[in-house]
T-cell receptor
Framework: GIQVEQSPPDLILQEGANSTLRCNFS?????LQWFHQNPWGQLINLFY???GTKQNGRLSATTVATERYSLLYISSSQTTDSGVYFC????????????FGEGTQLTVNP | ETGVTQTPRHLVMGMTNKKSLKCEQH?????MYWYKQSAKKPLELMFV???????ENNSVPSRFSPECPNSSHLFLHLHTLQPEDSALYLC?????????????FGPGTRLTVT
């Protein structure tokens, strides 16, 4: 199966700063999602983005499928952005099944 | 209720107990999933149930037994668990499993085995 590598593993920011999280895949994926896990464990869907660029408020994501990576941008970060960010991908033969990365632990300080 | 719900939210059980986790999706989806999230590890897919397939991760011990009576409900029956089974168990659903569909997650059940 595919390997999913996320970087950085940990990130500490001051409120208002911008950041970029990266996700690399060992093989081609045609199903890619970004999630935010809040302190209570709930996984919140951020983006479904097998390719291209999407924006939602202060968050945006870009996937370059041919180069097997995806980026999540957080602008003007807020303390409520703290938590773990996961990317997950699925291979062509896997249907909707996802393989998750280990996550980026983001802490935004006031 | 909307989205994906899970009960109970917290569970403490002894190694000789039998318990069940319940998941219900209100999204009209046809595929449901169980994931295990242990501390400092990525989410691991345990089971997939859909109209197209039933997939089991061969590394999941038989002390975990899934049941999917219909497309809206998914159970995980637990018996004679070990302390290392303590984890957050997450349920998800998607429109299908054979194609490429976005998954939506429930809030999880935090399980502690004593």
């Amino acid at each position: 199966g595919i390997q999913v590598e996320q970087s950085p593993p940990d990130l500490i920011l001051q409120e208002g700063a911008n950041s970029t999280l990266r996700c690399n895949f060992s093989d081609s994926v045609n199903n890619l999602q970004w999630f935010h896990q809040n302190p209570w464990g709930q996984l919140i869907n951020l983006f479904y983005i097998p390719s291209g660029t999407k924006q939602n408020g202060r968050l945006s994501a870009t996937t370059v499928a041919t180069e097997r990576y995806s980026l999540l941008y957080i602008s003007s970060s807020q303390t409520t952005d703290s938590g773990v960010y996961f990317c997950a991908g699925g291979e062509e033969t896997s249907g909707s099944r996802l393989t998750f990365g280990e996550g980026t632990q983001l802490t935004v300080n006031p | 209720e909307t989205g994906v719900t899970q009960t109970p939210r917290h569970l403490v059980m002894g190694m000789t107990n039998k318990k069940s986790l319940k998941c219900e999706q209100h999204l009209g989806h046809n595929a449901m999933y169980w994931y295990k999230q242990s501390a400092k590890k990525p989410l691991e897919l345990m089971f997939v149930y859909s109209l197209e397939e039933r997939v089991e991760n061969n590394s999941v011990p038989s002390r975990f037994s899934p049941e999917c009576p219909n497309s809206s409900h998914l159970f995980l029956h637990l018996h004679t668990l070990q302390p290392e089974d303590s984890a957050l168990y997450l349920c998800a659903s998607s429109q299908g499993s054979g194609g490429i569909y976005e998954q939506y997650f429930g809030p999880g059940t935090r399980l502690t085995v004593t």
